[in-house]
């Protein structure tokens, strides 16, 4: 039986969320003991404090949703996160120089941002855009994300009109390997979905709704 609660971030960073919505999702993780509580940075404070002693981890966004920051500014935050509490960051991908073919500089932003990542000891997620790409742009990404050391490679924001597809987490998974895990996000609204998307090869999934 699979258990997708503990393999779930459950995942609020709409814009307006308050912090009664973050009580809330905090209160939702501990009764379905889900993996983690995925929110936006100035959140992860109150969310460690509310969450302090479950076991569930807190996860933060870093560059989101457009991964078009500095890259610095995607390391300070990971740090600020390691600071207020979290244990885990999403960071973005910049998309645009991904589609400019500048995979040099996709490179060096990932690289850096994973560094800074594991120095702290946090784990890190590396967000592709999947639904921006191209199938040859998802594969380049795909092996610059594995040659990072990165922990996970995940397929979407969900602010980009596009989520997560049985397919990309499928390709994904087969570009990876085992050195890699997959995380995949938008879109997943219901169990039957879900268990979809494991069956692909996603270790991980992101989502607001409760699947169990």
């Keep these: 039986m699979i258990n997708l ?9 709409k814009p307006q969320a308050t912090e009664k919505d973050i009580v809330a999702l905090c209160h939702e993780a501990q009764q379905h003991r889900f993996a983690t509580v995925c929110v936006n940075p100035t959140y992860v404070q109150m969310a460690a404090k509310l969450l302090h002693g479950t076991g569930i981890g807190i996860s933060a966004v870093v560059g989101f949703p457009l991964g ?7 390391v300070q935050e990971v740090f600020m996160v390691k600071a ?3 244990k885990e960051v999403d960071m973005v991908m910049n998309v ?7 995979w040099e500089a996709v490179e060096r932003d990932i690289f850096r941002v994973v560094e800074a990542a594991h120095w702290v000891g946090l784990l890190i997620k590396v967000i592709i855009e999947t639904c ?4 040859d742009e ?9 040659r990072s050391g990165a922990d996970y490679i995940k397929t979407s924001t969900g602010f980009a009109g596009g989520g997560a597809t049985v397919q990309d987490v499928r390709n994904l998974k087969a570009w990876v390997g085992d050195d890699v895990k997959v995380k995949a996000s938008g879109g997943v609204r219901t ?7 494991v069956e692909a090869g996603a270790e991980r999934l992101g989502t607001s709704a409760v699947l169990v």
């Design 5 to 13: 609660a503990g393999m779930t971030d459950h995942t609020l960073l």
């Design 68 to 74: 078009a920051t500095f890259t610095e500014v995607k």
């Design 84 to 86: 207020h509490g979290g």
């Design 96 to 102: 645009g120089w991904a589609k400019s073919g500048n």
């Design 132 to 135: 921006l790409l191209t199938e």
């Design 138 to 146: 998802k594969k380049m990404a795909a092996e610059i994300v594995k």
């Design 191 to 197: 169990k039957e979905f879900a268990l979809e998307l």
